[in-house]
């Protein structure tokens, strides 16, 4: 497609779900990256796909999340048993390189 | 990755020069400059990268000293529609994860 895809552009979730969030990168790009931001906040670094695998995770905050992305384009973020604390914007984003990273639009996450 | 300082908020007004600053005293050798533009609602977007002297796009020019312990970001003729924040990002250009700071929030006014 023309940018990075992701869906759903909201999510509203009860406390101790399950959630998943998707994302369709760029055709052809290798890296993908996923973010989340708070208001007022800067995008924090979750995870860092180069192809397959995951080519750094130190951003997941615990194992309640997981990322997977089976076929080295199309990304699914898990999260379990959601916590009020899991509400942000989540972002992702793809890129083929020099640190110039392409950035959906983002997926608002809200727990009640 | 090497840390990078900036001011946390700037007003501007429609018309002027808008200089942004950036501080990163530990780049190491082969990183590169790169800065983003975020408005509301929407993730980051790239707007410049560079490695030394002058770099100019139609978006901004990016100015780095030869010590290249910071890099300032000049907006010329700033609109309304510049309203954003502004991170500017350190590293080399080989894949890695993009570490992204508080950033500048810049607010134009008529």
């Known amino acids: 497609g023309a940018g990075v895809s992701q869906t759903p552009s909201n999510k509203v979730t009860e406390k101790g779900k399950y959630v998943e969030l998707r994302c369709d990168p760029i055709?052809?790009?290798?890296?993908l990256y996923w973010y989340r931001q708070s208001l007022g906040q800067g995008p924090e670094f979750l995870i860092y796909?180069?192809?397959?695998?995951?080519?750094?995770d130190s951003g997941l905050p615990n194992d309640r999340f997981f990322a997977v992305r089976p076929e080295g384009s199309v990304s699914t973020l898990k999260i379990q048993r959601t916590e009020r604390g899991d509400s942000a914007v989540y972002l992702c984003?793809?890129?083929?390189?020099?640190?110039?990273?392409?950035f959906g639009q983002g997926t608002r996450l809200t727990v009640v | 990755l090497a840390k990078t300082t900036q001011p946390i908020s700037m007003d501007s007004y429609e018309g002027q020069e808008v200089n942004i600053t950036c501080s990163h005293n530990?780049?190491?050798?082969?990183?590169?400059i790169t800065w983003y533009q975020q408005f509301p609602s929407q993730g980051p977007r790239f707007i410049i990268q560079?490695?030394?002297t002058k770099v100019t796009n139609e978006v901004a020019s990016l100015f780095i000293p030869a010590d290249r312990k910071s890099s300032t970001l000049s907006l010329p003729r700033v609109s309304l529609s510049d309203t954003a924040v502004y991170y500017c990002?350190?590293?080399?250009?080989?894949?890695?994860?993009?570490?992204f700071g508080t950033g500048t929030r810049l607010l134009v006014s008529p």
């Open positions: 984003a793809s890129s083929s390189g020099r640190m110039e990273a392409f």
């Open positions: 796909f180069q192809g397959t695998g995951a080519a750094d």
């Open positions: 560079g490695y030394k």
């Open positions: 055709s052809g790009h290798t890296a």
């Open positions: 990002l350190v590293g080399d250009t080989g894949f890695q994860k993009l570490v």
């Open positions: 530990n780049i190491a050798t082969n990183d590169y």
